[in-house]
Protein backbone atom coordinates (compact mmCIF):
# COMPACT_ATOMS: atom_id res chain seq x y z
CA UNK A 1 0.00 0.00 0.00
CA UNK A 2 1.45 3.35 -1.23
CA UNK A 3 0.81 5.89 1.82
CA UNK A 4 0.17 9.85 1.22
CA UNK A 5 0.68 12.78 3.27
CA UNK A 6 -1.94 15.24 2.64
CA UNK A 7 0.47 18.41 2.43
CA UNK A 8 1.40 16.41 -1.00
CA UNK A 9 -2.42 16.63 -2.28
CA UNK A 10 -2.92 20.00 -4.04
CA UNK A 11 -6.35 20.65 -5.30
CA UNK A 12 -6.59 23.15 -7.92
CA UNK A 13 -9.13 25.76 -7.94
CA UNK A 14 -12.96 24.80 -9.07
CA UNK A 15 -11.66 21.05 -8.69
CA UNK A 16 -12.66 18.70 -6.28
CA UNK A 17 -11.04 15.19 -4.83
CA UNK A 18 -12.78 11.99 -3.73
CA UNK A 19 -11.69 9.88 -1.24
CA UNK A 20 -13.50 6.44 -0.64
CA UNK A 21 -13.60 4.20 2.51
CA UNK A 22 -12.51 6.79 4.86
CA UNK A 23 -13.04 6.08 8.29
CA UNK A 24 -14.39 8.42 10.66
CA UNK A 25 -11.11 8.31 12.84
CA UNK A 26 -9.44 9.26 9.59
CA UNK A 27 -11.55 11.62 8.93
CA UNK A 28 -10.75 13.87 12.40
CA UNK A 29 -7.26 12.74 11.77
CA UNK A 30 -7.65 14.61 8.26
CA UNK A 31 -9.28 17.85 9.91
CA UNK A 32 -6.75 18.09 12.50
CA UNK A 33 -3.86 18.12 10.00
CA UNK A 34 -5.34 20.38 7.23
CA UNK A 35 -6.08 22.82 10.47
CA UNK A 36 -8.66 25.55 10.58
CA UNK A 37 -6.87 28.50 8.18
CA UNK A 38 -7.25 26.53 4.64
CA UNK A 39 -9.12 27.80 1.48
CA UNK A 40 -10.55 24.17 0.90
CA UNK A 41 -13.74 22.98 2.21
CA UNK A 42 -14.70 19.38 3.07
CA UNK A 43 -17.68 17.24 2.94
CA UNK A 44 -18.05 13.60 4.64
CA UNK A 45 -20.89 11.16 4.30
CA UNK A 46 -20.63 7.44 5.18
CA UNK A 47 -17.73 7.18 4.46
CA UNK A 48 -17.03 9.29 1.46
CA UNK A 49 -15.40 12.63 1.78
CA UNK A 50 -14.71 15.35 -0.89
CA UNK A 51 -12.20 17.97 -0.42
CA UNK A 52 -12.98 21.01 -2.97
CA UNK A 53 -10.67 24.10 -3.95
CA UNK A 54 -13.49 26.86 -4.89
CA UNK A 55 -13.13 29.39 -7.14
CA UNK A 56 -12.98 33.70 -7.06
CA UNK A 57 -16.59 33.17 -8.91
CA UNK A 58 -17.64 30.74 -5.96
CA UNK A 59 -16.29 32.78 -3.18
CA UNK A 60 -17.52 36.02 -4.61
CA UNK A 61 -21.03 34.99 -4.38
CA UNK A 62 -20.98 33.73 -0.82
CA UNK A 63 -19.28 36.96 0.45
CA UNK A 64 -22.45 38.83 -0.95
CA UNK A 65 -25.29 36.44 -0.13
CA UNK A 66 -23.74 36.06 3.56
CA UNK A 67 -23.87 40.20 3.53
CA UNK A 68 -27.53 40.27 2.41
CA UNK A 69 -28.51 37.89 5.46
CA UNK A 70 -26.28 40.59 7.57
CA UNK A 71 -28.37 42.80 6.72
CA UNK A 72 -31.72 41.51 6.64
CA UNK A 73 -31.40 40.15 10.42
CA UNK A 74 -29.94 43.52 11.24
CA UNK A 75 -32.31 45.79 9.43
CA UNK A 76 -35.44 43.33 11.05
CA UNK A 77 -33.40 43.43 14.40
CA UNK A 78 -33.74 39.79 14.70
CA UNK A 79 -30.64 38.51 16.84
CA UNK A 80 -27.85 36.10 15.31
CA UNK A 81 -24.84 34.35 15.96
CA UNK A 82 -22.91 33.55 12.67
CA UNK A 83 -20.48 30.73 12.84
CA UNK A 84 -19.27 30.95 9.02
CA UNK A 85 -17.79 27.89 7.42
CA UNK A 86 -17.40 26.38 10.58
CA UNK A 87 -17.26 22.30 10.33
CA UNK A 88 -20.62 20.85 11.72
CA UNK A 89 -20.02 16.56 11.82
CA UNK A 90 -22.18 14.18 13.85
CA UNK A 91 -20.05 10.93 14.32
CA UNK A 92 -22.94 8.95 14.91
CA UNK A 93 -24.13 10.07 11.90
CA UNK A 94 -21.18 9.60 9.89
CA UNK A 95 -21.29 12.73 8.39
CA UNK A 96 -19.50 16.52 8.30
CA UNK A 97 -19.70 19.02 6.09
CA UNK A 98 -18.43 23.17 6.16
CA UNK A 99 -21.26 25.66 4.35
CA UNK A 100 -20.24 28.71 2.83
CA UNK A 101 -22.04 30.49 5.78
CA UNK A 102 -24.20 29.32 8.62
CA UNK A 103 -26.18 31.50 11.18
CA UNK A 104 -28.28 30.27 14.56
CA UNK A 105 -31.28 32.80 14.75
CA UNK A 106 -34.21 30.92 16.88
CA UNK A 107 -30.96 29.26 19.25
CA UNK A 108 -28.59 32.37 18.58
CA UNK A 109 -28.75 32.52 22.94
CA UNK A 110 -27.19 29.34 23.44
CA UNK A 111 -24.34 29.56 21.04
CA UNK A 112 -22.66 32.79 22.42
CA UNK A 113 -20.05 32.57 23.58
CA UNK A 114 -18.74 29.30 21.86
CA UNK A 115 -15.69 28.31 20.63
CA UNK A 116 -16.36 24.77 19.73
CA UNK A 117 -19.63 23.05 18.52
CA UNK A 118 -20.75 19.46 19.69
CA UNK A 119 -24.24 18.54 17.86
CA UNK A 120 -24.77 16.17 20.25
CA UNK A 121 -25.91 18.80 22.43
CA UNK A 122 -25.79 21.54 20.40
CA UNK A 123 -28.15 22.84 17.57
CA UNK A 124 -27.30 22.41 14.66
CA UNK A 125 -27.51 26.58 12.52
CA UNK A 126 -31.20 27.24 11.89
CA UNK A 127 -29.79 29.10 8.21
CA UNK A 128 -27.03 27.64 6.25
CA UNK A 129 -25.98 29.01 2.30
CA UNK A 130 -24.05 26.94 -0.15
CA UNK A 131 -23.15 28.45 -3.44
CA UNK A 132 -22.81 25.50 -6.04
CA UNK A 133 -19.96 26.34 -8.73
CA UNK A 134 -18.27 23.82 -10.05
CA UNK A 135 -19.67 21.01 -7.34
CA UNK A 136 -23.23 19.67 -5.46
CA UNK A 137 -24.39 20.54 -2.12
CA UNK A 138 -24.02 17.61 0.55
CA UNK A 139 -27.97 17.50 0.88
CA UNK A 140 -27.58 14.08 2.64
CA UNK A 141 -25.29 16.00 5.04
CA UNK A 142 -27.01 18.49 6.32
CA UNK A 143 -30.57 16.17 6.65
CA UNK A 144 -28.79 14.08 8.93
CA UNK A 145 -27.44 17.05 10.91
CA UNK A 146 -31.64 18.17 10.78
CA UNK A 147 -30.62 21.55 9.70
CA UNK A 148 -33.89 23.65 9.29
CA UNK A 149 -33.26 26.02 6.35
CA UNK A 150 -30.80 25.63 3.35
CA UNK A 151 -29.73 28.09 1.01
CA UNK A 152 -28.55 26.74 -2.49
CA UNK A 153 -27.78 29.09 -5.03
CA UNK A 154 -26.33 27.73 -8.11
CA UNK A 155 -26.35 29.43 -11.74
CA UNK A 156 -27.92 32.98 -10.29
CA UNK A 157 -30.64 31.02 -8.78
CA UNK A 158 -31.30 30.78 -5.10
CA UNK A 159 -33.38 27.57 -4.50
CA UNK A 160 -34.95 27.60 -0.39
CA UNK A 161 -34.52 24.21 1.32
CA UNK A 162 -36.52 23.58 4.26
CA UNK A 163 -36.93 20.19 6.29
CA UNK A 164 -39.97 18.42 6.15
CA UNK A 165 -40.28 14.79 8.02
CA UNK A 166 -35.99 14.29 7.76
CA UNK A 167 -36.12 15.74 4.01
CA UNK A 168 -35.80 18.57 2.32
CA UNK A 169 -38.45 19.98 0.41
CA UNK A 170 -38.05 23.28 -2.19
CA UNK A 171 -39.82 26.23 -0.40
CA UNK A 172 -40.82 29.71 -2.19
CA UNK A 173 -40.83 31.35 1.26
CA UNK A 174 -38.03 31.24 3.98
CA UNK A 175 -39.01 30.44 7.18
CA UNK A 176 -36.61 33.18 8.20
CA UNK A 177 -37.64 35.97 6.70
CA UNK A 178 -41.16 34.78 5.48
CA UNK A 179 -42.77 38.13 4.69
CA UNK A 180 -39.80 39.29 1.92
CA UNK A 181 -39.21 38.17 -1.49
CA UNK A 182 -36.12 36.68 -0.70
CA UNK A 183 -35.25 34.16 -3.81
CA UNK A 184 -35.99 37.47 -6.46
CA UNK A 185 -34.15 39.69 -4.16
CA UNK A 186 -30.72 37.98 -3.47
CA UNK A 187 -30.41 36.80 -7.29
CA UNK A 188 -31.31 40.41 -8.52
CA UNK A 189 -28.78 42.18 -6.22
CA UNK A 190 -26.14 39.00 -6.70
CA UNK A 191 -26.77 39.75 -10.62
CA UNK A 192 -26.40 43.56 -9.96
CA UNK A 193 -23.09 43.67 -7.83
CA UNK A 194 -21.69 42.39 -10.54
CA UNK A 195 -21.63 45.50 -12.47
CA UNK A 196 -22.27 48.15 -9.97
CA UNK A 197 -19.89 45.94 -7.29
CA UNK A 198 -20.21 44.53 -3.90
CA UNK A 199 -20.45 47.92 -1.75
CA UNK A 200 -23.01 50.21 -4.07
CA UNK A 201 -25.25 47.30 -4.36
CA UNK A 202 -25.37 46.41 -0.12
CA UNK A 203 -26.17 49.80 0.21
CA UNK A 204 -28.93 49.51 -2.00
CA UNK A 205 -29.88 46.05 -0.60
CA UNK A 206 -30.21 48.14 2.44
CA UNK A 207 -32.15 50.72 1.26
CA UNK A 208 -34.37 47.99 -0.34
CA UNK A 209 -35.01 46.13 2.79
CA UNK A 210 -36.26 49.32 4.60
CA UNK A 211 -38.68 49.81 2.00
CA UNK A 212 -39.91 46.42 2.41
CA UNK A 213 -40.08 47.16 6.18
CA UNK A 214 -42.31 50.18 5.83
Same mark, same amino acid.
Given at each position: %??T?????????????????????????? *???????HR?????? *????L??R %???P????A???I????? /??L???E /???E? =????? =????????????D #? $????Q???Q??????? #?L??D??? #?L? *????????T?L?????LK???L???E????? /??????????? $?? /? $???F???P?I?????F?????T???????RL =?????K?? *?D
Amino acid at each position: %MVTLQLRQLSVPPGHRVILQNVSWQEFEA *ILAELGEHRATRLAY *IQGTLEIR %MPLPKHEVAKVIIGDMVK /ILLEELE /IDCES =FGSTT =FKREDMSCGVEPD #D $SFYIQNHAQMIGKERI #DLTVDPPP #DLV *IEVDVTSKTQLEAYEALKVPELWRYEKGKLQ /INILQDGKYVE $SE /I $SPNFPNLPIIEAISQFDEQSRTLGRSPTLRL =FRKWVKTQ *ID
